[in-house]
């Protein structure tokens, strides 16, 4: 077959019905928050109209995700796949919804009470799929199935379900089932495993360099459970395992796609890549070719593709050259209608967006909760000193949790007397050159110091979180005089380090969330919001 034959309109529509692009979850093109990932309107219409199967979403709120997706709908003459990353809800991604712990909370709770967080993980799920239906969408990218077993790892971290396969395989696979139970798809990812890595695939190209027996015993398990579990779709990790494929990241190797996935684990449903804008693909691979490769490989859904037409002509010249089988193809658009067949239909009216669950997000809350030292000991010696500083860390302080109306984290240390000193990559600097005394103490203000650190890994940072000198910052303020108490919201790893450097009488809490909701409970066990404040649900 010839380009521009009779049949090379239908080749494209089928090879446009598997990919997925990315766009804003607003609905005018100046909303766009990523204008160089997220097509501008006419772009978007147009490659919908030409068949493209496929939209992840970002951006907006919940209300206006329900418009957008109606939107996208009635732009395309087939159904599509919509999704989002919301692995800690949709209100992780839009506001207005249920904003939840980060997965690792409940990987932590599971060596406390296994039965309660496999109840929570299963109502996670749950949650996560009836609010994405509500807003239009029908495929979560969740759950993460990499073991975090490495606390250096700057992209998975809290959004594992585990630092063990056996309790990351559990939890994935009964947040599968509250999921998929309420009509949306389901995601493991990032095949095959990229817990135990140390940098970024949206940076680079990660290396995991264990052998296969290793790979069986610790990355494979929980890939295997979500499978069991009916999990819909399996999304590809962009990092090199030699000891699968020496020359090919996973998203583009055989030896891991069909052969690992497919034959060795039986795999029979939608394999996704994972976005092929990310540098580990990008910077050494074109739009064009890492489509091609991608499909080559096994995979049956092309993501964000660096340019969607030039990944479209260049699979469509690849099976006109006979490098591509046009039934490999019509396989994996099989499979797609496979998978949307299963999906409940949208909401009636996309005016009635995913409302919160607020007892859901208060119970994981309250579960996954730490505190130790002197119970309200904040509250009090607050009252006694009559004033002092709320010394609160960031990552930036113009994009924080901070930035809510009800941000406990400043309010309830204000109505103490406590004056906020905000401190975030984008702030000036409180550090000093000293490795014994980092902080400039002149530059806080007088009185006692609540300490609270929001940190946790994030993508696109490089890093696994906070790198400050906050060990020896605490024991300063300890030697000072001045340390009244400590909060850590988000990564359980820079908590279990400071906890030791505390004496046992002072107050400090954890919480892995980072939401309004999460600061409340935190300071009201410490002494600063009134009791039943942040709620008392057990479940």
């Known amino acids: 077959m010839r380009a521009g034959g009779p049949d090379d309109g239908q080749l494209r529509r089928l090879i446009a019905s598997l990919v997925v692009v990315r766009a804003s979850g607003t609905l005018a093109d100046h909303q766009r928050s990523y204008p160089q990932w997220e097509l501008p309107n006419r772009s978007l219409q147009e490659l919908l109209g030409q068949g493209v199967g496929g939209v992840i979403l970002l951006g907006g709120t919940a209300t206006e995700l329900a418009l957008r997706t109606r939107q996208l709908r009635s732009w395309s003459t087939a159904p599509l796949l919509l999704c989002a990353d919301v ?4 209100g992780q991604r839009f506001e207005g919804a249920s904003w939840l712990v980060p997965p690792l909370a409940l990987g932590r709770l599971y060596g406390r009470d296994r039965e309660q967080a496999l109840r929570l993980a299963e109502r996670y799920g749950a949650c996560c799929g009836r609010e994405a239906r509500a807003v239009g969408l029908n495929w979560v990218l969740g759950p993460v199935c990499d073991v975090n077993n490495n606390p250096a790892n ?7 379900w585990g630092e063990e396969p056996a309790v990351a395989g559990a939890l994935a696979a009964a ?3 509250g999921l998929q139970a309420t009509g949306v798809l389901g995601c493991a990812k990032h095949f095959p495993g990229h817990g135990d890595t140390c940098s970024d695939s949206h940076l680079e190209l990660p290396l995991l360099p264990h052998s296969r027996p290793r790979l069986d015993q610790v990355e494979l398990p929980p890939f295997r459970q979500a499978i069991a579990a009916g999990v819909s779709a399996v999304m590809t990790a962009h ?18 796609l069909d052969q690992l996935l497919r034959r060795e684990l039986g795999f029979e449903g939608l394999v996704v890549t994972d976005a092929l804008v990310m540098e580990a693909i990008a910077a050494h691979t074109g739009a064009g070719e890492a489509a091609v490769q991608a499909l080559e490989a096994g995979a049956d859904l092309v993501l964000m593709p660096a340019d969607a037409l030039e990944a479209i002509t260049a699979i469509a010249a690849a099976v006109e050259s006979g490098r591509l089988q046009r039934s490999r193809l019509e396989a994996s658009a099989q499979r797609r209608q496979q998978a949307l067949a ?4 949208p909401a009636a009216d996309p005016l009635q967006a995913a409302a919160a669950d607020p007892v859901l997000a208060q119970a994981l809350i309250t579960a996954t909760l730490e505190v130790s030292g002197q119970a309200g000991g904040l509250g009090r010696f607050a009252q006694a000193a009559s004033g002092g500083v709320n010394l609160v860390r960031v990552d930036q302080a113009l994009q924080s949790p901070l930035q809510a109306t009800d941000a406990q984290a400043l ?3 204000g109505a103490a007397g406590l004056a906020p000193c905000l401190v975030g990559t984008d702030t000036p ?3 000093t050159a ?3 005394e980092p902080l400039a103490l002149e530059r806080l203000g007088p009185g006692p110091v609540l300490l609270q650190l929001f940190v946790r890994g994030n993508p696109f940072r490089g890093r696994a979180g906070c790198t400050e000198p906050w060990p020896a910052a605490i024991r300063q303020l300890l030697a000072a005089g001045r340390l009244a108490g400590l909060a850590v919201y988000g990564s359980p790893y820079l908590w279990d380090a400071l906890r030791a450097e505390l004496p046992a009488s002072l107050p400090a809490a954890y919480s892995p969330g980072q939401m309004p909701a999460a600061q409340a409970a935190v300071l009201t066990a410490l002494g600063l919001g009134e009791q039943g404040q942040a709620g008392d649900f057990t479940d």
């Open 87 to 90: 692995e800690e809800g949709v």
């Open 154 to 160: 700057p992209v998975i971290n809290v959004r594992a």
């Open 175 to 177: 947040f599968v089932r």
């Open 239 to 256: 990092l090199l395992l030699p000891a699968l494929d020496p020359d090919r990241p996973a998203t583009l190797s055989p030896a891991v």
């Open 342 to 345: 299963r999906c409940a239909p």
């Open 411 to 413: 309010t309830l240390p």
């Open 429 to 431: 600097s409180i550090w």
């Open 434 to 436: 000293s490795s014994d």
